[in-house]
Structures are given as structure tokens and as C-alpha cells.
């Protein structure tokens, strides 16, 4: 088993930044793929973006140019930079970890970006 604990979420203005941070712990294996999730109420959950342990990133779009995913494999740690935040950004963001056939998700932190 995984565990994943969120951290760094809050309540911001357009136009500030945010550092979320996911420490994992339990049974991490290399070769993983760690990443961020994010669900707006009303919406479905949306990749927001992944990284291999490689150092491989994938940005499917919502986030692409002003998120930055990085990750510290010592530290089994992955963070998400966003910058520019708007208030369609809001949302609940989970950290997520796939090893082989498994996934696993924390428990969500809370992102609201309103004047």
C-alpha cells in the first residue's frame, strides 16, 4: 500500500501562486508515476498533470504553461507549481501514484482562487 498526503492548498487572488506537495510513503517502488488530479463541485475528476520517475511530464492541457509538476524521488515527494491562478482553477486537488496495475490517491487539498 501507498499513502499520499497532500499539502500547500489555500485560498488565493487571481493572479497569485500556490505550491502543492505530496508526500508518499509505504510500499513506493521505482519506475513510478506520480501526479496531480483536480475536481471542481459539479465536475468530473481532470488530470492535471504526471510525472514519471524519469522526469517524463505530461500536461493535458488545463494547466499547461502555468503548472509545473516536479517531483523529488529521494524524498518520494511530487509538487505542483501553478502560477497565474485563476478562479476556474478552483478545485479540489488530489495526488495521485500509479505503480504497475495500482493506484492511489490522497485525500484532496482544497484550492480556491477568488477576490
Known sequence: QVQL??????????GESLRLSCAASGSIVSGNIMGWYRQAPGQQRELV??????????????????????????????YLQMNSLKPEDTAVYYCYCRQGDSAYWGQGTQVTVSS
Open 5 to 14: 498526503v497532500e499539502s500547500g492548498g489555500g485560498l488565493v487572488q487571481p
Open 49 to 78: 498533470a504526471t510525472m514519471t520517475s524519469g522526469g517524463f511530464t505530461n500536461y493535458p492541457g488545463s494547466g499547461e504553461g502555468r503548472f509545473t509538476i516536479s517531483r523529488n524521488n529521494a524524498k518520494n515527494t511530487v
